[in-house]
């Protein structure tokens, strides 16, 4: 786990040490350097795999350098099939650097892992960058006036400072719709995310940039109607058990819930010595953490639990403006970048369960949006009255609406149809949020509709969650609080080859984490396996309504970006305990708090 910077231009050199300065907490060992002409490139390391020196980087050979961030679980099986010797055997890094010598941009084909890298071809004085199958690691790069340059956080570019920083106001709307940045964009309009699945090939002789994808997750939803459960089992187990491939003590993050639950359970009935930990809060409303605790004692592992008190959470909220380097407004990074400080006292690495309700139609909006879909199916005419309802009335409709979901995964649910009668039913309740946020900006657009249509609607759902809210947000918000705090997060229920198997698994017998229940029940107590989702919920209208509401007035109150009626308004409906949808004033609120730390 590491972070990298490099790229083309002629001012580079003398600032690549300050950027790897700014990415400094992505890997604690000494920062290292490659300089070639007015190309550079820097790495900060956190050794996971091969503690030795011999797996510094960048590293090269007679004519590739790679800057590489992240693990290849199978880098063992690929040494193997190059016939690589013993020095190969340890060093994932020398056996990717030996894999794309050989085998060039199709080794991509071959590697299990989260990744983000970059290869230098010293010959032709271009560069070739590659993301991993679901976006686990990120990139950025910035291409203007000749310069190419890429890092692994935005960070590296305040740090270099020599950037455009116009605003993207399409990123903004869609930030303040859903509290993440879309897929390929940033805050700033000329500096770009390489997205999921995708290579980048730049060469600066000819001033040219293609990128490419080179997996097709939607390929991959081909249902089959049967599932063969043993089959599931060793899919399962063997994704689980390829994310503790280390040679450092790992933890595992607990919540209680069945993703975190299933990936405890396997390792420990395979044997593996590792300590789980959670975060609770004193709100009995929201706290978990008793469920993760009896987990535990049912598998006989040691359990920490970390209570989350909104002392503490105030501390970690004036922290997510530095952590999380663009606005960012997933409340539930507050508890994750406080367990992911807690876990860092333990060990270098911490598995977290991500993914599972993307691939197993985990949340509860999935069967929320089908029934409506079907009840609009059924009552079709309902459309013309419903379009034809009075102001107030359709105000009200939307406030249920957004008020059930909130209005991040009401947007998600719009955003994953293309075409249909539910698109329709729900476009005039978008457009009337809309023209309520239009009061903050002006700019706001209506976010496009998403390039896809599968033919089941929860595929359609899960293809969405998968291709953008998993990598946008979820993976985001983990990536950065780990990395914060030098700690590498894995994923053990997203192997490739896990997810193809189960995407590909009849909708049906997927629905409510069928699959994970009954393999769950065969190790733990059914009270445990068989209890209502709570998800990663915490109770911060109740900390912002208290302790934290001095917040609001400190950042809200006294600024010139949003209508500042429109603003107080909005903060005084909330704490007159009147129907407000909280994930608006948050979102607001951290974009007005990166501002002040990035004197944006």
Same mark, same amino acid.
């Given at each position: 786990?590491?972070?990298?910077?490099?790229?083309?231009?002629?001012?580079?050199?003398?600032?690549?040490?300050?950027?790897?300065?700014?990415?400094?907490?992505?890997?604690?060992?000494?920062?290292?350097?490659?300089?070639?002409?007015?190309?550079?490139?820097?790495?900060?390391?956190?050794?996971?795999?091969?503690?030795?020196?011999?797996?510094?980087?960048?590293?090269?050979?007679?004519?590739?350098?790679?800057?590489?961030?992240?693990?290849?679980?199978?880098?063992?099986?690929?040494?193997?099939?190059?016939?690589?010797?013993?020095?190969?055997?340890?060093?994932?890094?020398?056996?990717?650097?030996?894999?794309?010598?050989?085998?060039?941009?199709?080794?991509?084909?071959?590697?299990?892992?989260?990744?983000?890298?970059?290869?230098?071809?010293?010959?032709?004085?271009?560069?070739?960058?590659?993301?991993?199958?679901?976006?686990?690691?990120?990139?950025?790069?910035?291409?203007?006036?000749?310069?190419?340059?890429?890092?692994?956080?935005?960070?590296?570019?305040?740090?270099?400072?020599?950037?455009?920083?116009?605003?993207?106001?399409?990123?903004?709307?869609?930030?303040?719709?859903?509290?993440?940045?879309?897929?390929?964009?940033?805050?700033?309009?000329?500096?770009?995310?390489?997205?999921?699945?995708?290579?980048?090939?730049?060469?600066?002789?000819?001033?040219?940039?293609?990128? !490419?994808?080179?997996?097709?997750?939607?390929?991959?939803?081909?249902?089959?109607?049967?599932?063969?459960?043993?089959?599931?089992?060793?899919?399962?187990?063997?994704?689980?058990?390829?994310? !503790?491939?280390?040679?450092?003590?790992?933890?595992?993050?607990?919540?209680?819930?069945?993703?975190?639950?299933?990936?405890?359970?396997?390792?420990?009935?395979?044997?593996?010595?590792?300590?789980?930990?959670?975060?609770?809060?004193?709100?009995?409303?929201?706290?978990?953490?008793?469920?993760?605790?009896?987990?535990?004692?049912?598998?006989?592992?040691?359990?920490?639990?970390?209570?989350?008190?909104?002392?503490?959470?105030?501390?970690?909220?004036?922290?997510?403006?530095?952590?999380?380097?663009?606005?960012?407004?997933?409340?539930?990074?507050?508890? !994750?970048?406080?367990?992911?400080? +807690?876990?860092?006292?333990?060990?270098?690495?911490?598995?977290?369960?991500?993914?599972?309700?993307?691939?197993?139609?985990?949340?509860?909006?999935?069967?929320?949006?089908?029934?409506?879909?079907?009840?609009?199916?059924?009552?079709?005419?309902?459309?013309?009255?419903?379009?034809?309802?009075?102001?107030?009335?359709?105000?009200?409709?939307?406030?249920?609406?957004?008020?059930?979901?909130?209005?991040?995964?009401?947007?998600?649910?719009?955003?994953?149809?293309?075409?249909?009668?539910?698109?329709?039913?729900?476009?005039?309740?978008?457009?009337?949020?809309?023209?309520?946020?239009?009061?903050?900006?002006?700019?706001?657009?209506?976010?496009?509709?998403?390039?896809?249509?599968?033919?089941?609607?929860?595929?359609?759902?899960?293809?969405?969650?998968?291709?953008?809210?998993?990598?946008?947000?979820?993976?985001? +918000? !983990?990536?950065?609080?780990?990395?914060?705090?030098?700690?590498?997060?894995?994923?053990?229920?997203?192997?490739?080859?896990?997810?193809?198997?189960?995407?590909?698994?009849?909708?049906?017998?997927?629905?409510?984490?069928?699959?994970?229940?009954?393999?769950?029940?065969?190790?733990?107590?059914?009270?445990?396996?068989?209890?209502?989702?709570?998800?990663?919920?915490?109770?911060?209208?109740?900390?912002?309504?208290?302790?934290?509401?001095?917040?609001?007035?400190?950042?809200?109150?006294?600024?010139?970006?949003?209508?500042?009626?429109?603003?107080?308004?909005?903060?005084?409906?909330?704490?007159?305990?009147?129907?407000?949808?909280?994930?608006?004033?948050?979102?607001?609120?951290?974009?007005?708090?990166?501002?002040?730390?990035?004197?944006?």
């Amino acid at each position: 786990m590491c972070r990298i910077a490099g790229g083309f231009a002629t001012d580079l050199k003398d600032k690549i040490k300050q950027i790897a300065y700014a990415l400094r907490n992505g890997g604690e060992n000494e920062a290292k350097f490659y300089f070639d002409q007015n190309f550079a490139l820097s790495h900060n390391r956190l050794a996971i795999i091969d503690l030795s020196h011999s797996a510094d980087q960048p590293v090269q050979n007679e004519r590739f350098v790679l800057c590489f961030n992240g693990e290849i679980y199978n880098y063992k099986e690929i040494a193997q099939d190059l016939e690589l010797d013993d020095k190969f055997k340890n060093s994932d890094t020398l056996v990717l650097l030996a894999a794309y010598s050989k085998w060039g941009k199709s080794c991509l084909d071959k590697l299990d892992g989260m990744f983000a890298f970059c290869i230098y071809d010293k010959f032709k004085k271009n560069i070739f960058i590659a993301r991993d199958r679901l976006g686990v690691k990120p990139l950025y790069y910035y291409f203007k006036d000749n310069k190419f340059i890429f890092a692994s956080e935005l960070k590296a570019f305040f740090a270099y400072d020599n950037f455009d920083k116009s605003i993207d106001q399409t990123a903004f709307s869609h930030y303040l719709n859903s509290g993440y940045m879309p897929s390929e964009q940033s805050i700033f309009k000329f500096i770009k995310k390489l997205p999921p699945a995708h290579f980048l090939e730049f060469s600066n002789t000819k001033k040219e940039l293609k990128i !490419t994808k080179y997996y097709d997750l939607q390929s991959k939803f081909n249902t089959k109607k049967s599932i063969d459960l043993t089959k599931f089992e060793n899919e399962l187990e063997s994704s689980i058990i390829s994310r !503790t491939v280390s040679d450092v003590e790992f933890s595992s993050f607990l919540s209680g819930g069945l993703d975190s639950s299933i990936t405890a359970t396997v390792l420990a009935k395979n044997g593996f010595k590792f300590k789980t930990i959670s975060v609770g809060f004193e709100s009995d409303k929201f706290n978990e953490s008793n469920y993760a605790t009896a987990v535990a004692n049912n598998l006989g592992l040691e359990h920490i639990n970390y209570t989350l008190t909104p002392k503490i959470a105030k501390d970690i909220i004036l922290q997510l403006p530095s952590v999380y380097d663009e606005p960012f407004g997933d409340s539930s990074a507050i508890p !994750t970048l406080f367990l992911c400080q +807690k876990a860092s006292s333990l060990s270098k690495v911490a598995l977290s369960s991500d993914g599972g309700d993307e691939i197993n139609f985990g949340y509860t909006r999935y069967d929320l949006n089908y029934q409506r879909y079907k009840f609009y199916k059924k009552f079709s005419f309902l459309k013309h009255i419903f379009l034809n309802l009075p102001y107030p009335l359709l105000k009200k409709t939307f406030e249920l609406n957004s008020k059930t979901l909130g209005i991040d995964k009401y947007y998600r649910i719009k955003d994953s149809f293309k075409t249909n009668k539910f698109m329709e039913l729900y476009a005039l309740e978008f457009k009337h949020f809309k023209n309520d946020e239009a009061k903050l900006l002006g700019i706001l657009d209506e976010p496009k509709l998403s390039k896809f249509e599968l033919k089941n609607s929860y595929e359609s759902m899960s293809f969405s969650d998968i291709s953008t809210y998993l990598s946008d947000d979820i993976f985001v +918000k !983990t990536d950065r609080a780990a990395m914060s705090v030098s700690l590498e997060v894995r994923e053990p229920l997203l192997s490739y080859k896990f997810v193809d198997f189960m995407i590909k698994i009849d909708p049906n017998l997927r629905k409510n984490k069928a699959l994970f229940k009954s393999y769950l029940l065969k190790h733990l107590p059914k009270e445990l396996v068989m209890r209502p989702k709570m998800g990663f919920a915490l109770p911060i209208e109740e900390w912002f309504h208290t302790d934290l509401g001095y917040l609001l007035d400190d950042y809200l109150t006294n600024q010139d970006v949003f209508d500042k009626q429109y603003i107080l308004n909005l903060v005084q409906d909330f704490r007159d305990k009147k129907r407000v949808n909280f994930s608006k004033i948050w979102h607001i609120l951290l974009f007005l708090m990166w501002k002040k730390r990035w004197n944006v």
